[in-house]
C-alpha cells in the first residue's frame, strides 16, 4: 500500500481513495513542520492505540511545553491549542523535530546539528523555522535557566520514584481489598500527575543530554589528543536502572513487573495491536558478558594528570548523569503505564464499556463525564485499522511546496565501541552461545536480559542516545546504530561489527 501524501495542513492530498486519518489529536504546528519518528519509530513503530497516545504522546507534549516555556520564557509559538510539539498524524507517533531544532538555536553552545545526531539518527536539520527568536532579557536567561533545569533533574526523579512506588503500591491494595471501584477517580488524577512529572523529566534530560554532550565535547577536544577516536569511551553512562529492575523479575507485584510487558502499548492484549506490539525477548539470565573492571574511559582520565583529568571527568559524569536520570525516568514512566493496564480496564467495566473499546478512547474521556458513542468507537476503530495497515514515512517534511517523497539521509554510526566477529541472529531467536550478534530494526530496554550472551548490535535505526545504544555502552558490547545492512543480514550469516567506525562487513 502506498503512502499517503500530505497536504501543509497535515490532511491528505486527493490522490485517490486513501484512509482517513484519525480525528485523534492530528493537528499539525503552523510553522514547525519538519517532523521524525525519533526514539518513537525505535520501540513502536507507527503502532500506538489511542489509549496509550493520551498517555505518552499527550503527557509528552505538556512535559514539553513545560520545559521549552520555563528554559525560553514562554514565547508564543509554544502556547495555543494548535501550537504540537508531538503529533499523532495519522496514528503514527512524530516528534517534531523542528521544535527540538529551534530550540537549540536559542541555547548557548548548542545547535541543531547536534540534536540530529543525538536524537535523529543523524538527519540533515531541517531549515529555520519562520517563529520568533527569543531575544532581549529573555536570551540572557536562557543558560541560566537550562542549567537550572538540569541541576534540578537528580532531585525531581528521586522524588517522583518514591510517589510512583507509593501510587503502585496503593493501587494493588486497593485491588486485593476489593476497593478499587471507589478509588478509580482518585487513582486516575494521581496517575495522570505523575505521568506529566515522569515525561516532563525525560524530555528535560533527553534535551540536558545534548547540551552535556556538547560540553563534553568541548571539553576533551581541548585537553585530550585525538579524543574523536576515544569519543564512544566518554559516554559511558553513569548507573542505569535496568540491570536493577530485571533483577527484581522474580519478586511478585515488584516494581519490575512491567519488564514482562510490551513498554508504551497498554492495549498490547487487544487486537490490532496484539499483531504489532514490540514484546520483551527474553527472562533475565546470567551471562558472562558486562563492561570492564577498570574502563578505558577511566584510564584516560587517569592519564591526564590532576586538573585536566578532573575537567574530562567533570564533563564526561555530567553526560553520564544526564543518560542515567533519562534511562531512570523512562523507567518510571513505563511503571506507570503498566498501573494503566489496570486502571483503563476497570474504568471501562464502571463506566459501562466493553473490553474490546476501551482502546479506541483516551484516558480523559473514559475517565470524564461522558464517552464517546458506540458510533464514533467504531469510527475510530476503522481508521485505526486502516492506519496500521499504511507504511509512513519516519520522516515528515510538512512545508509548503516540499517534496512529499523528502527521505532523509542517514549514515552508520559507532555507538559504542569495540570490534566483534559472530554469528547474527534475529530479535526473535534466542542464543545457543555466546558472542552473537544481534541484528534488528530496533530495540528497547527489554533488550537487557539477552546483552550478555551478545558480543555485538547491529540496528536498521537508532542514534548514539538510543536506549539500546546506551545500555551497550554500560554492558561493553559494541554496537552500530542507523545501517542499511541490517535489514539485509540473515540470521547465520558470519558479521563483522566495528563500534569505534560504525563498520558493518557480512563475511559469508
Known sequence: MTTPALAPDGTERDTGRQPPFSRVDTHVHPHLRVYSAGNFGEVAPERLSPMSWSLVGRPMELGTRRFVGRVLGHPRWTTGSTYVFTGYLGLRPYHNLTAYCHVAEEV????????????????????????????????????????TELLRLRTRNARLEQQVFAFEQDVRDATAAGGLDWRLGEFTARGKRLLEIAWEVHITCTSGAVAAEVVRRKVTDRLVPHADSVAGWLREPAELPWNRLFGLGPMADGPAGFLDKVFYEVADQHLPWAEYAVRPLAKPMEGNGGPAEVSPREALIGMRGALRGRAVDASVLFLGDMMSVREQSKSLAMRLLHVHRTLARELARARGVADADWPYLSMDELSGPAVPDPVEIDRRRESCAEALGLVMPDYLDLRPGASPDAVPRRRPTGVSPGVFEGVAIGVEDMPTEDGVVLVCESADANIMPILPFVGAVVTARGSQYSHVAILCREMGVPAVVSHPLASDIAPGRRVHVNGDTGEVRILD
Open 108 to 147: 548557548v553552545l548548542t545547535e541543531p546539528q547536534d540534536v540530529t545526531e543525538a536524537y535523529f539518527e543523524g538527519v540533515q536539520p531541517p531549515p529555520p523555522s519562520d517563529v520568533e527568536r527569543v531575544m532581549g532579557w529573555r536570551k540572557v536567561m536562557v543558560g541560566p535557566r537550562m542549567l
